[in-house]
């Protein structure tokens, strides 16, 4: 579930629209600075509260929303909740200086398909960007085990979901350990693009955006065991 470079072969030619949600000034400025120099990538909006950002998400559809915490009023996690309950598809890149775990599991289970702090390198920003527009993760390894462990211990056993194949639940079982989509290929012997077919299936059959909560939503529900691949 790591920032991973093969995600942007998926995006080739396409423009990803991003919306910045800080409060502060200076940090849309340097950040939408650094996004103008990228051909791919173009901001359409800035929004300095989760209020705002709730508002222009809906007016604006962004493929991406870089979503900061503490903000006066409504803070990120409320922010992301309403925007992925009116959006399941946004992706949502939180961007902070918070590193607590209480602010990662309360993001991610808002439905944030990333999680990066702002001392972040240039480059490490402009992967995750790339990686939530193609419906990756964008967490570090660490963290990624951090939050699957966590919410491994509070699954509730139940079905698996009818409307997922036995492949694409294979796949998804797969993605849980971190593996990306060239290993998952090789993994199952077909091609890396019928994966992303795979994947984009599954994020259409359980209503999510991305791969973070595509993996938690099965690990919340007992479909994924963590140990299966130690």
């Known amino acids: ?43 359409v909006g800035e929004a ?35 925007i992925k309950a009116e959006r399941p598809s946004v992706g949502v890149l939180v961007l902070t200086s918070y590193d607590d775990d209480a602010y990662v599991f309360a993001l991610l289970e ?27 993760s964008a967490l570090t390894p660490a963290v990624a ?17 009818d409307s997922l194949s036995p492949r694409e639940l294979e796949v998804l079982r797969i993605a849980a350990s971190g593996r990306t989509n060239k290993e998952i290929a090789r993994d199952l ?5 019928t994966v992303q077919v795979h994947l984009a299936n599954i994020f259409s059959k359980l209503d999510v955006g991305s791969r973070t909560e595509a993996v938690l939503y099965g690990i919340k529900r007992g479909w994924i065991d963590l140990s299966a691949g130690e």
């Open 1 to 43: 579930m790591d920032v991973s470079n093969e995600a942007q072969p998926a995006l080739r030619g396409r423009i990803v629209s991003l919306l910045l949600v800080d409060d502060h000034p200076v940090v849309r400025k340097g950040t939408r600075e650094l996004f103008e120099g990228q051909s791919d990538l173009q901001v």
């Open 48 to 82: 300095d509260s989760g209020e705002s950002a709730v508002r222009q998400a809906r007016e604006l559809l962004p493929d991406v929303i870089l979503m900061d915490v503490s903000m006066p009023g409504m803070n990120g996690i409320e922010a992301t909740k309403l």
């Open 110 to 136: 808002a439905g944030a398909a990333g999680y990066i702090l702002k001392n972040a390198g240039e480059e490490e920003l402009l992967g995750a960007v790339r990686a939530v527009a193609a419906g990756e």
């Open 145 to 161: 085990r951090k939050v699957l462990t966590r919410f491994s211990a509070q699954s509730t056993p139940s079905p698996v979901d």
């Open 189 to 193: 012997d077909i091609s890396p693009r």
